[in-house]
């Protein structure tokens, strides 16, 4: 745990307790292990994966909010790390410190929904998105999100789409229209 609260070195740590660099490398594993199944086990780690369950998180959004049709607000976080050995400027970020991305997506409680651990440092917040697998999920529509639906109070004959809110690291797309952008595209270059 205090690996894990510190950050402090792994040898720095088995020196503390008299015991070797290796063994702490094992404890660390075996904690990070079983605290990642508790966490299951209490459901504090369950993707949404239904559209009812997206519909939902977007309710609490407009309950809590007033912002009708999100499903999330998305963000990286750098998490400064020691330079791993041999790894050069891989991991060196703009703020002039070694870190490793924590992206996520939370729901209007401030709760993970989504997340994705572990890029490279060096890339933007957009860069880690574009790479990753919460990326691609995402832009590819597999997690089954809801299609268009109007809002209440507004002209009911008008469908919005369900979105993800982020700052401006973070690429303005459309999930609903990229089909009809390539086939757009096909037609211009035939």
């Known amino acids: 745990m205090r690996y894990l609260a510190t950050g402090d070195a792994r040898f720095t740590i ?3 307790y008299r015991i070797s660099p290796t063994t702490v490398g094992r404890i ?16 504090y780690l369950e993707v949404p994966c239904k ?11 407009n309950e809590r909010w007033n ?10 976080k750098h998490i400064v790390i020691q330079a791993p050995a041999r790894s050069g400027s891989m991991y060196f970020n703009y703020k002039k410190t070694f870190s490793i ?27 880690v998105y574009n790479n990753s697998t919460l990326g691609n999920v995402i832009d590819n529509n597999k997690l089954d999100f809801p ?3 109007p809002i209440n109070g507004y002209n009911q004959d008008i469908h919005f789409p369900y979105v993800f809110v982020a700052d401006e690291a973070f690429a303005l797309k459309n999930i ?6 390539k086939i757009r595209i096909d037609i211009r270059y035939s």
Do not use: H
């Open 101 to 127: 991305v924590l992206m996520a997506v939370c729901n209007a409680k401030y709760e993970f929904t989504l997340v994705d651990i572990g890029d490279a440092g060096r890339q933007s917040d957009g860069g």
């Open 147 to 149: 299609e268009e639906s």
């Open 51 to 61: 559209k009812d369950e997206w519909i939902q998180i977007a309710s609490e959004f």
């Open 14 to 16: 088995a020196t503390s």
């Open 28 to 43: 660390i594993r075996e904690t990070c292990q079983a605290i990642w199944v508790v966490l299951k086990e209490k459901r």
């Open 176 to 181: 609903y229209d990229e089909t009809i952008s």
């Open 67 to 76: 912002f009708p049709n999100c499903l999330g607000a998305i963000d990286g």
